[in-house]
């Protein structure tokens, strides 16, 4: 019992962590007027596999005594993200009510690209109208939830084979336990 709510504290702490680096990564484009810049915005990629290693391996040498199996390093990573993910949103909608003209930079960079693909003004303004109902504050933070998770698991599927440790299994330590205990 008390591995499962260390499992969920340490994922809320260290998912903390996670989302401080990345909203201060996220403050300092916007500050720069590179938030747009999608080579830059690929960092934010290398922040949350550093981020979750890190985590994964915190939790692994602190909380567990330095030994994780595979699948619970993979679930630690997508808590850990998961909780990233929720403080990422709420920043994001803070971001959106204080500077609205992000929502049409997003949109004047989307209709480029679609004008790029060789779609019809037609096909752009209805795609417009659909991505406009997209663009609520509780669509951006479950949107934002699911994309987290999703990433999270994805790198974390990668990151657990790095961190996964089995105890090893002593045969001369357990033997010594059992004539130990005959005493």
Excluded: H
């Amino acid at each position: 019992m008390e591995q499962k709510s260390t499992f969920w504290k340490s994922a809320m702490t260290l998912g903390l962590y996670l989302a401080i680096a990345l909203i201060l990564y996220n403050v300092v484009l916007y500050v720069l007027g590179e938030n747009m810049n999608k080579t830059l915005g690929l960092i934010t990629y290398v922040i949350m596999g550093a981020g979750i290693y890190w985590c994964q391996l915190n939790y692994r040498n602190n909380e567990l005594g330095g030994y994780i199996e595979y699948s619970k390093a993979l679930g630690f990573g997508v808590a850990v993200m998961l909780f990233a993910g929720v403080l990422n949103a709420l920043y994001t909608v803070i971001l959106l009510k204080v500077d609205p003209s992000i929502m049409e930079q997003v949109r004047i960079m989307q209709e480029e690209a679609m004008l790029q693909q060789g779609m019809s003004e037609e096909q752009i303004e209805m795609a417009g109208e659909m991505m406009s109902k997209f663009q609520s504050p509780i669509v951006i933070v479950i949107s934002s939830l699911f994309t987290f998770a999703f990433i999270g698991f994805l790198i974390s599927l990668v990151t657990s084979i790095f961190i996964k440790r089995k105890q090893e299994e002593d045969a001369f330590e357990e033997a010594m336990d059992e004539i130990k205990a005959e005493d």
